[in-house]
């Protein structure tokens, strides 16, 4: 005869496993900017990640170098690749480089902004999330996907949280002519019409529907004083339909 205790345990157990997986909850960046991981600094990054930081998973196994590793899956101990900054502390402005010189032959995720003065901008779509764990596309090309864990130097952030990172994210519409806009988010109610710029700011995001706005002139290059509000479906459970953008 189960104890209670055991009864318990099956029961958490069972709930874990039976648990959805939130499909495409966010993106997720990589935070690389010298500053940082300047001494003394690591106090004042602010994330949205679960966990701090370990050897396993961020190494800074030279005092000029920090690597990220990727796995295959969760329960795999080995390395699958890894993706290592170099900080050139010598040089006014940093210069900041990639160590790997194959790492274009993998590496293909949402957003590749590159700024030797001091930061990489690397944002990866996040396919799937498990504890602490988290399925990126590494390759937005092939679609292949690894795993990384959350934590300081690895950000989460959820649909909503976007534009209070990073100002200058746009959102892009894979198939703009055909994307369907509503005035709420309820497939019932009603339609839009909207052709003009393929470039949104989100406003606000709901399961799978997203409130979507034509971006700021600035960033979007607007030349309409109209402001155009509207949701859209922009994921299921196998597809996501819009595309994140830094210029």
């Known amino acids: ?79 699958y690749r890894h993706l290592s900054f170099y900080f050139d502390w010598s040089k006014i402005p940093r210069i900041v480089r990639i160590v790997e010189k194959n790492y274009t032959d993998w590496l293909s995720p949402m957003t590749f902004n590159d700024d030797t003065s001091g930061y990489y901008d690397i944002y990866f779509t996040c396919k799937s999330k498990k ?13 292949e996907t690894a795993w990384i864990r959350d934590t300081k130097f690895v950000k989460m952030l959820p649909w909503k949280n976007l534009l209070k990172e990073d100002r200058f994210l746009t959102i892009e519409l894979k198939d703009f002519k055909t994307t ?24 606000d995001v709901k399961g799978n529907w997203m409130k979507i706005e034509n971006g700021d002139s600035e960033i979007c290059f607007t030349t309409s004083n109209k402001t155009f509000t509207a949701w859209v479906l922009f994921k299921s459970n196998d597809n996501l339909v819009i595309k994140v953008n830094r210029p």
């Open 131 to 143: 504890g602490n764990w988290l399925e990126i596309i590494i390759n937005e090309g092939t679609q």
């Open 180 to 203: 369907q806009y509503f005035k709420l988010n309820d497939i019932k109610s009603e339609q839009i019409n909207y052709a003009e710029n393929n470039c949104f700011e989100i406003v």
């Open 1 to 79: 005869m189960k104890t209670t205790v055991q009864i318990i345990i099956l029961m958490l157990l069972s709930n874990i496993l039976s648990a959805k997986t939130d499909v495409y909850p966010g993106m997720v960046k990589l935070i690389t900017g010298w500053h940082k991981f300047a001494k003394g600094a690591d106090s004042t990054v602010t994330f949205l990640g679960l966990t701090t930081s370990t050897a396993k998973d961020i190494s800074n196994y030279k005092s000029d170098t920090v690597v990220f590793n990727f796995y295959r899956n969760p329960k795999d101990n080995k390395v």
